[in-house]
């Protein structure tokens, strides 16, 4: 069985204080109440130090939302795996659609950072979705398919087990339009096939799929009851403890 894994994405939102006191909610709560998933979360690399600090002796994982493909250098303004790993991550998510979209990242730059990141001990969280024009295209099975071929062609030999994948539709981003069960499970049936194709079954059904776009308290559960989901990656649901922490404990009502 895989164990569930819950992001929480906080994005350029939040002071170190704001970030502190936030993690710390959500660290006493899951002291008290453990999760049935593995929780991580992402705060913005000033806050990184702080929330590490919070959730110290909890179970709760360290993760950035971002990270250059070289370990040091002469790349003003940017942060690499080595660093990261320093300040304490674990995982970082890689290939998100704002940087794809608003950042111009190419899949061949996100697929430097993940084979960087996975050299450097970090486990990258590989986001892939398509836009609305490409889903009223008909081409979301081949821009999906496209985005994880070259994010994981350089893959380190092993690599794969230290993956996880989420599929964020690009339009259910931010939008209170969550895709439904059916689009997300033929998605991530996709995903499913092709990791079987290039890395065999056993170490494909090992590979977690989270859906993200819209998360919210009243459909996670649902988004999680449905066929090859194997987690959530959730962004402004994440900011408040009141929202987060129902998420994280959807599959605790069963
Ligand atoms: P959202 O963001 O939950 O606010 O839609 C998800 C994400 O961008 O990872």
Not at 35 to 47: F, G
Not at 93 to 112: M, W, Y
């Amino acid at each position: 069985m895989i164990t569930s894994l819950i992001v929480g994405n906080w994005k350029m939102h939040g002071t170190q204080a704001h970030c502190f006191d936030l993690a710390q909610r959500i660290a006493q709560n899951l002291r008290r109440k453990p999760a049935r998933a593995d929780v991580v979360l992402a705060p913005p690399y000033t806050a990184l130090a702080q929330v590490k600090r919070v959730i110290k002796n909890s179970k709760i994982k360290l993760g950035a939302q971002n990270s250059h493909w070289e370990e040091s250098g002469a790349f003003t303004g940017e942060i690499s795996p080595v660093m990261l790993k320093d300040a304490g991550c674990e995982f970082v998510i890689l290939g998100h659609s704002e940087r794809r979209h608003i950042l111009q990242e190419s899949d061949i730059i996100i697929a430097k950072k993940v084979d960087a990141a996975v050299r450097n001990g970090l486990r990258p969280i590989l986001c892939v979705g398509e836009t609305l024009k490409e889903r009223r295209s008909g081409r979301t099975a081949m821009v999906i398919a496209r985005q994880l071929r070259i994010a994981l062609k350089g893959l380190v030999k092993g690599g794969i087990d230290r993956i996880d994948i989420a599929y964020e539709p690009v339009w259910a981003i931010g939008t209170g339009q969550t895709a439904t069960p059916v689009q997300i499970s033929q998605v991530h049936k996709r995903i499913r096939q092709f990791l079987k194709r290039s890395f065999g079954a056993a170490k494909a059904g090992r590979v977690r799929i989270l859906y993200g776009g819209s998360v919210a308290p009243d459909n996670a559960l649902t988004l999680m009851e449905t066929p090859e989901v194997s987690g959530l990656l959730v962004g402004g649901a994440s900011l408040k403890a009141e929202t987060f922490l129902p998420i994280v404990h959807c599959l605790s009502k069963n």
